[in-house]
């Protein structure tokens, strides 16, 4: 008797169909503290993400089921001599899937992805509390890079400040 052979991982773009398991992956507690869109709102911004050109939603299956998802962004760049750049958002594995290597194919593969797109760098950012996330990242090669900023820009947080009016000579 042969043993059976584990299910391979599935690594596809996603469809509108695939947004109600992917926006049950984004109800995680360490992802937006747990709360997701509703599928009425992420079926617009999906159907507005399908319009630019190099930005996928993707998901990976494992035995027909859902069980990871992240967005890929390729970005040409003026920069660099034109070498584009990637960047990838929006990771979460299914929690009962955690610990299971889910992850790091689905990093895998995005890495071949930007790699054959011609990028130089493949970035992606992390909050400053998610210490296994991190720790994550770094065993796939990633390195802690520079600095990354952010400015808050909803209705919460305090007023930009205005531009200084430029002066004539």
């Known amino acids: 008797m042969t043993p059976a052979s584990s299910p391979t991982l599935q690594m596809r773009v996603a469809d509108v169909a ?3 398991a992917v926006l049950r992956l984004y ?9 997701a869109l509703s599928l009425a709102a992420a079926t ?8 630019y050109p ?4 993707v998901v990976a299956e494992l035995s027909e089921q859902i069980v990871g998802t992240l967005m890929l962004l ?3 760049n003026l920069l660099h001599r ?5 960047i990838v958002e929006a990771v979460a594995v299914a929690p009962q899937c955690q610990g299971q290597g889910i992850g790091r194919q689905m990093m895998q593969w995005a890495m071949a992805a930007a790699h054959r797109a011609g990028c130089y760098k493949l970035v992606l950012s992390s909050n400053q509390r998610r210490d ?5 990242y770094e065993s796939l ?8 900023f952010c400015v808050a820009l909803d209705d919460d947080a305090p007023a930009v400040p205005a531009a200084p009016a430029s002066t004539s000579p």
């Not at 617009?44 to 319009?51: M, T």
């Not at 090669?141 to 990354?148: A, E, I, K, L, M």
């Open 18 to 20: 695939d947004l109600p």
């Open 82 to 86: 034109g070498t584009p750049t990637a």
């Open 54 to 57: 190099s930005y996928r939603l």
């Open 132 to 136: 296994r996330a991190h720790a994550f």
């Open 74 to 76: 390729v970005m040409d």
């Open 44 to 51: 617009q911004l999906f159907e507005k993400i399908q319009q």
């Open 141 to 148: 090669g990633f390195t802690r890079h520079g600095y990354s």
């Open 27 to 35: 109800q995680q507690p360490d992802l937006d503290q747990g709360q």
